[in-house]
């Protein structure tokens, strides 16, 4: 059974920092895309960063120059490192696997069950 596990989610004040973890199981995803999303309340879940398997990343126009992901394929691990933390970055984030299209959330075929982030002004 596949599972994505997210943790490091929390409460943090605006220009703080947070670091999403992203442990997969069940099988390997050192081949697979990886990709992170979020949804606030009341708003659709929207395309944060993603990384390919030999490590290009893909960043959302809001989060460019504060956002980091990355991977350690060995650990079967995906990080967003969220630095310049601002109000409207809280969310509900979402870390997903196997995309057709890695902006497409509809084409990932696995998903986590999230971790909350919350930025106070």
């Known amino acids: 059974q596949v599972q994505l596990v997210e943790s490091g989610g929390g409460l943090v004040q605006a220009g703080g920092s947070l670091r999403l973890s992203c442990a997969a199981s069940?099988?390997?995803?050192?081949?697979?895309?990886m990709g992170w999303f979020r949804q606030a309340p009341g708003k659709e879940r929207e395309f944060v960063a993603a990384?390919?398997?030999?490590?290009?990343?893909y960043l959302a126009d809001s989060v460019k120059g504060r956002f980091t992901i990355s991977r350690d394929n060995a650990k079967n691990t995906v990080y967003l490192q969220m630095n310049s933390l601002k109000p409207e970055d809280t969310a509900v984030y979402y870390c997903?696997?196997?995309?057709?299209?890695?902006?497409?959330?509809?084409?990932?075929?696995?998903w986590g069950q999230g971790t909350q982030v919350t930025v106070s002004s």
């Open positions: 997903a696997g196997r995309p057709g299209n890695i902006y497409d959330a509809n084409s990932y075929a696995y």
């Open positions: 069940g099988r390997t995803f050192s081949w697979s895309p």
């Open positions: 990384i390919s398997s030999g490590g290009s990343t």
